[in-house]
């Protein structure tokens, strides 16, 4: 090699260096982690969980961004939209990643294509829960009332399409019975009509519910995961109680948009984890109802895709249509 050539690649090696060490570390700037749903909901707990922890352990800033409407989808939109930098992060969940796809005539985004999954956060299941007073005592009970009857007990939900309600279709179909499903504007005026015996049983968010569980004002039933939930820990799951493999909840997805550099996926996904093995986070999360999750980001895009198709296909079989 003649000494032109040798200077040439020693200045070409020492210009990729200098370059190197100019590119900013990340993150350098907050980090926008947009919530879909208004604040003080349980996905907007968990989010702000998530930050506070990742950023006492990283001392990274965090911004969370609340942006509601269309069952999250507005806000999962801002981020399908965002630069693929990692300074932008959703924390997406069953409802807007598994579900509308199949509900919405049209989404603003795919679901499928539009992000890179970066880590499960925390499940939560539904209760099914019963007027403290009234006459289920148990899950075999209100199984033999509602094949007694058919199409006459009435379910409560907080809207066509939540998570609850899709579980209460799913259990119908599994336990062989029918009932009369009345979906509500949200959580709190199903569980009012329910304390007001109005309606016959309600799959519910444990948060909504749990106060009056402890308190006997409502019974309940059955938690829809496959273990018990710490939260309600003497609650036996519907798998328990004769149903086999039964296994629903509202899990929270942190992800980012597509496109995003794999070296920031793995970090992102290496300080969730740290955050949420303190014992300090998973005694807040299972105080609001939910469970923590992980996994490596692989096992979370497969689980993302398995739960698409199941939802999916429970959506169209059941012709669930939104408000």
């Avoid at 200098?18 to 907050?30: E, F, S, T, V, W």
């Avoid at 970066?118 to 199984?143: E, F, I, N, T």
């Avoid at 149903?243 to 899990?251: K, P, Q, S």
């Avoid at 692989?298 to 939802?311: D, I, N, T």
């Amino acid at each position: 090699m003649s000494s032109w050539s040798r200077f040439a690649c020693a200045a070409l090696l020492a210009a990729a260096t200098a370059l190197a060490h100019a590119q900013p570390a990340y993150p350098d700037q907050p980090i926008r982690l947009v919530v879909p749903f208004p604040p003080a909901g349980g996905t907007d707990a968990v989010a702000r969980l998530l930050a506070e922890k990742m950023r006492v352990a990283t001392g990274w800033n965090f911004v969370v961004e609340n942006r509601a409407g269309a069952g999250g989808n507005i806000g999962m939109d801002a981020v399908a939209r965002s630069r693929a930098d990692g300074y932008t992060l959703g924390l997406g969940q069953t409802a807007n990643l598994a579900i509308n796809p199949a509900l919405y005539a049209k989404m603003p985004y795919d679901a499928a294509k539009a992000f890179v999954p970066v880590a499960l956060v925390a499940g939560q299941p539904v209760v099914l829960v019963v007027k403290g007073d009234g006459p289920y005592r148990s899950l075999a009970d209100l199984v033999a009332a509602a094949k007694a009857r058919p199409g006459a007990l009435t379910m409560a939900s907080a809207g066509n399409g939540t998570v609850g309600h899709l579980t209460g279709m799913l259990f119908a179909q599994k336990a062989g019975l029918q009932a009369n499903h009345i979906p509500y504007k949200g959580a709190g005026p199903a569980a009012n009509d329910l304390l007001g015996g109005q309606v016959d049983f309600y799959f519910a968010t444990p948060q909504t519910v749990a106060a009056f569980v402890k308190a006997g004002k409502l019974r309940a039933l059955a938690v829809s995961s496959a273990e018990r939930l710490p939260l309600l820990p003497e609650i036996k799951t519907i798998a328990e109680s004769g149903y086999a493999g039964f296994d629903t909840r509202d899990w929270k997805l942190l992800v980012a948009p597509a496109g995003t550099p794999a070296a920031i996926v793995s970090r992102l996904h290496a300080e969730v984890e740290r955050a949420l093995a303190q014992p300090e986070a998973q005694a807040q999360l299972q105080a609001e109802g939910s469970v923590r999750m992980g996994g490596s980001p692989q096992q979370a895009a497969q689980f993302l895709l398995a739960e698409q198709q199941r939802w999916g296909a429970l959506v169209r079989a059941g012709n669930v249509k939104v408000d």
